[in-house]
């Protein structure tokens, strides 16, 4: 099992950045694929990004390609999103999420694989 934080969120204006971090604990981080996901006022959770256990693959929705940046640093047990231009649409509570998997490349964008959720963080973007 895994423990998940996330931190970093905050209130920022209109093309700033900001960067988020999610702490892990319990057992080895690197055997874990990673997410973030984010959830909207009033609105339904949607994937942000996701990177595989080594690092080597990443995927972004399209929302924020370009602006977001997943990392992760498993000698630290931590992992990363990076925003920049932000922009208000990007407000929204934001999740890291863990799953557990063999293939060194390995993610994934669909919530219901992922089998460790942290509590979020919330980022508002003013206008």
């Known amino acids: 099992q895994v423990q998940l934080a996330e931190s970093g969120g905050g209130l920022v204006q209109d093309g700033g950045s900001l960067r988020l971090s999610c702490a892990a604990s319990g057992r080895t981080f690197s055997s874990y694929a990673m997410g973030w996901f984010r959830q909207p006022p009033g609105k339904e959770r949607e994937f942000v990004a996701a990177i595989s256990r080594s690092g080597g693959s990443t995927y972004y929705a399209e929302s924020v390609k370009g602006r977001f940046t997943c990392s992760r640093d498993n000698a630290k047990n931590t992992e990363y999103l990076q925003m920049n231009s932000l922009k208000p649409e990007d407000t929204a509570v934001y999740y890291c999420?863990?799953?557990?998997?063999?293939?060194?490349?390995?993610?994934?964008?669909?919530?219901?694989?992922?089998?460790?959720w942290g509590q979020g963080t919330q980022v508002t973007v003013s206008s």
């Open positions: 999420a863990a799953r557990s998997s063999s293939d060194s490349f390995y993610i994934t964008t669909r919530s219901r694989a992922y089998e460790y």
